[in-house]
Nanobody, 117 residues
Framework: QVQLVESGGGLVQAGGSLRLSCVASGRTFRNYYMGWFRQAPGKERELVAAINWSDSTNYADSVKGRFTISRDNGKNTVYLQMNSLKPEDTAVYYC???????????WGQGTQVTVSS
């Protein structure tokens, strides 16, 4: 079992930055694929960014060049640095973990990000 706890959400003006953090329980954090999903009201859930055990990353087209995902295996933590935020980035952001690629079995409780125009 993996438990995930996110932090760092909040209200920011367009053009601003936020950094989300997610601390994972468990001793085998380094073996997991980690990612961030988001869901805005009335919209489908979207995978925003993901990182694997070798620090290979991928991003949704909507956030490329603005968001950066990273991980610190010594701290069991994954980060999402979000720059140049836009109102359309407003959503609940969820930290996720997968032992097998694409199978995100573990979810955090979510953290709200609100970007005002």
């Amino acid at each position: 079992q993996v438990q995930l706890v996110e932090s760092g959400g909040g209200l920011v003006q367009a053009g601003g930055s936020l950094r989300l953090s997610c601390v994972a329980s468990g001793r085998t954090f380094r073996n997991y694929y980690m990612g961030w999903f988001r869901q805005a009201p009335g919209k489908e859930r979207e995978l925003v960014a993901a990182i694997n055990w070798s620090d290979s990353t991928n991003y949704a087209d909507s956030v490329k060049g603005r968001f950066t995902i990273s991980r610190d295996n010594g701290k069991n933590t994954v980060y999402l640095q979000m720059n140049s935020l836009k109102p359309e980035d407003t959503a609940v952001y969820y930290c996720v973990a997968a032992y097998f690629a694409g199978r995100y079995d573990y979810w955090g409780q979510g953290t709200q990000v609100t970007v005002s125009s």
